[in-house]
Nanobody, 119 residues
Framework: QVQLVESGGGLVQAGGSLRLSCAFS????????MGWFRQAPGKEREFVGA????????NYVDSVKGRFTISRDNAKNTVYLQMNSLKPEDTAVYYC????????????WGQGTQVTVSS
């Protein structure tokens, strides 16, 4: 069974940076595509970005392009979300998720970590 544990959230001023980590366990990490999602109070959960298994291709929602970067370290079974130039509207609970190989659905989710950006 896959387990995902996020860390690295916190309070930061607008313009600042945070790096979130997501530790993966239970299966072969390199076989899983990893995604980051977020949910702000009163809003639907939103896709932030993802990194594929294999070649590690990334894609992002337009609102974070150029500011957020996803990377993975297969030796450490960890995926990262580097967030720069943070804005108050980035405030949300951030979740990582995993999907195996070419599966379309994310089957496994972490518990989330709170990111709060003050203006």
């Amino acid at each position: 069974q896959v387990q995902l544990v996020e860390s690295g959230g916190g309070l930061v001023q607008a313009g600042g940076s945070l790096r979130l980590s997501c530790a993966f366990s239970g299966r072969t990490f390199s076989n899983y595509g990893m995604g980051w999602f977020r949910q702000a109070p009163g809003k639907e959960r939103e896709f932030v970005g993802a990194i594929s298994w294999g070649f590690g291709r990334t894609n992002y929602v337009d609102s974070v392009k150029g500011r957020f970067t996803i990377s993975r370290d297969n030796a450490k079974n960890t995926v990262y979300l580097q967030m720069n130039s943070l804005k108050p509207e980035d405030t949300a609970v951030y979740y990582c998720a995993a999907r195996v190989l070419q599966s379309a659905a994310y089957d496994y989710w972490g518990q989330g970590t709170q990111v709060t950006v003050s203006s």
